[in-house]
């Protein structure tokens, strides 16, 4: 529970840090490569053959109503280390983070993998890159 709470305090100080510094956090250019990754392409492909990945999208509420990939589930970045049994109960479980860019995402799932969720994916560029690929993005209900 110590470490659950270690680590959910330092996520929460990481998103303070990120939105406050303009370009890259330094934890994403020492977390990449420590974290398994998913490009759009390849989440889309999975999607059309059957594949049911469960998607947690960690991006503000703001980001969120201007779109979002279909069939996620919404989590903030900030509250993700304090509920992530409400999502993935099985620590073994496949599922994948999303943000906007893939920053945050990264920097998710390598917590995650700290707290021992050994089968978390990072999605590649983050919803900007599934807009930019031209797949289908919903909108919240006006």
């Known amino acids: ?6 680590i959910a305090l330092m996520a929460a100080v990481m998103v303070m840090a990120l939105v406050s510094t303009a370009g890259a956090h330094p934890l994403v250019e020492e977390y990449e490569g420590q974290v398994d ?9 999975d999607r059309d053959m059957g594949e049911d990945y ?4 960690v991006r503000t509420p703001e980001e969120r109503s201007e779109g979002y990939i279909p069939d996620t589930v919404y989590t903030n970045f900030g509250t993700l280390f304090f509920n992530i049994e409400e999502y993935v109960e099985d620590q073994d479980e496949m599922f994948v983070v ?8 990264l920097i998710a799932a390598k917590l ?7 089968n978390v994916i990072n999605l590649e560029g983050g ?5 930019d690929a031209g797949y289908e993005v919903e909108h919240p209900e006006e």
């Open 1 to 6: 529970m110590l470490k659950k709470s270690v």
């Open 37 to 45: 990754e998913m490009d759009v392409m390849d989440l889309q492909m």
């Open 54 to 57: 469960l998607v947690l999208d």
């Open 98 to 105: 999303s943000c906007q860019s893939g920053a945050r995402s």
């Open 112 to 118: 995650l993998q700290d707290m021992g969720y050994e």
């Open 127 to 131: 919803f900007l890159a599934w807009e």
